[in-house]
């Protein structure tokens, strides 16, 4: 089957001289089938020769990357390529299946690796691991600065380059924080992931003959400082009656005291993510004048103030008459006459800052004598106090968007409390089924004395 036609439109070279701003004022644009392109250039002169190659390429009949955008006659070979370059490939395929923070987080992860895959007998960048977390993921050609794009050209480590010792000292960096001190056990193994994933994608596209990542032994992933646990340590969550007086005793004389007062009661009555608490809107409550209402859970942030999909998807959540109460106040208190308004928003109209949200939660606690908890902790909370009041399992699981399998892991320690209860179910199971009937009593004269002889029991009466 032939090949569809490219459509590619080249621009005159524009001039953005009048922008101050602009340290490469000379910007070649041009279209891959309908998306855009560009590039800067410090003088007329690169911008003329760098539009001229593109008019030249298309001429010879040459196909255009979809990825980088430029001629596929002028990829270097896949083995010379610097693994800045790679990264960006790579993020740029796997782009459209990830959710948003999963983009988020890849991209931290390898601007941290390529960051350290670089010859260090030079001083690198200021804040190069900071550029690169802005310039790997698509779309951010706009943001590259020529300067520091120049110096991982020269320095990064190349794809046919990356032996197994060179891959291992690699392995061995990316798990340590910048002091030097191992990661913990979830974000090391996570980096390690998404490390070899992108050197997987290498090998399979022939840049890397085999896989250069060391295997980690069966001994070594089976130690005990080395296994993962996800349960959460049920003894430093606040009880109830602490949950509601720190709830309390986050209002102040600040205006902005009440909106992550209302937001922290919503994370713990209704077990909600902060992610997903920051974009309710009025249309997901159900607020009934008595008992229970429910919140509809189908949006989240996505971590750039954008709305997503929650991380578990779509759920609804019924909410006790307390967060009703809370809620109906808070609504009579605005002007939120639109249903697809946002249910929070600052005094000036703006979203609510996740470092202050912090901030006042932890202030609360201090005041009511807690050691501080993140936000999050609130849906943790929720989550024991749904568990000990005898709240089936799969109901919890639903509510808070898990499964039974991930509830159990998480919150194991909230069933330890069961004990005694299932110990007396289990006592009247088996007296049910093993009580015999009592003997009739025999007169004393009539029972057997027995002594203990070597061990042997002897009736003295005989």
Known sequence: MPRAVQRIHIYAVQDR??????????????????RERSRSFGRKGEAQRYRSELDRAVGDGSRFDPVTGEPLSWRPPLSDLGLHEWARRWLAEEWVEWAPRSRKST???????????????????????????RTLGPGTESAREQRIEAWLNRRCLRLGDLDRERARDLAQRVTLKLDGTPMAAPNAARHRANCHACLIAAVEVGA????????????????????????????????????????????????????????????????????????????????????????WVTEADDGDGKPADPKTGR????????????????????????????????????????????????????????????????????????????VPLGEVARRLGHSVDTLVANYVGALETDE???????????????????????????????????GTAVDKAG
């Open 17 to 34: 001289r009048s922008n101050l701003q602009a340290n490469r004022p000379w910007v070649v644009r041009w279209t891959v089938d309908g």
């Open 107 to 133: 991209v931290e992860v390898m601007a941290r690796f390529v960051a350290l895959a670089v010859d260090g007998r030079s001083q690198p960048p200021t804040d190069v691991r900071r550029y690169l977390q």
């Open 208 to 295: 890397i003959e085999t896989d250069p990542w060391p295997r980690r032994t069966r001994s070594r992933s089976r130690r005990k400082s080395q296994r993962t646990s996800r349960a959460v340590d049920i003894r430093a969550l606040p009880t109830p009656e602490t949950m509601e007086a720190a709830i309390a005793a986050m209002a102040n004389d600040k205006r902005g005291s009440l909106v992550y007062q209302a937001m922290t009661a919503v994370g713990y009555y209704a077990g909600l993510r902060p992610s997903e608490t920051a974009m309710l809107r009025v249309r997901s409550l159900d607020l009934p004048e008595s008992g229970w209402g429910r919140i």
């Open 315 to 390: 759920r609804d959540v019924p909410i006790p008459p307390v967060l009703v109460e809370r809620l109906a106040t808070w609504l009579d208190g605005r002007d939120l006459g639109d249903p697809d308004a946002l249910l929070f928003l600052t005094e000036r109209g703006t979203r609510p800052n996740q470092q202050n949200w912090n901030r006042a939660w932890k202030l609360a606690l201090s005041k009511v004598g807690h050691q501080p908890l993140r936000v999050y902790d609130c849906r943790h909370a929720a989550a024991t106090t749904w568990l000990r009041a005898g």
């Open 420 to 454: 005694e209860i299932s110990n007396t179910k289990i006592d009247e199971a088996l007296g049910t089924a093993c009580r015999r009937p009592d003997p009739e009593p025999q007169p004393a004269s009539a029972r057997p004395h027995l002594a203990l002889v070597g």
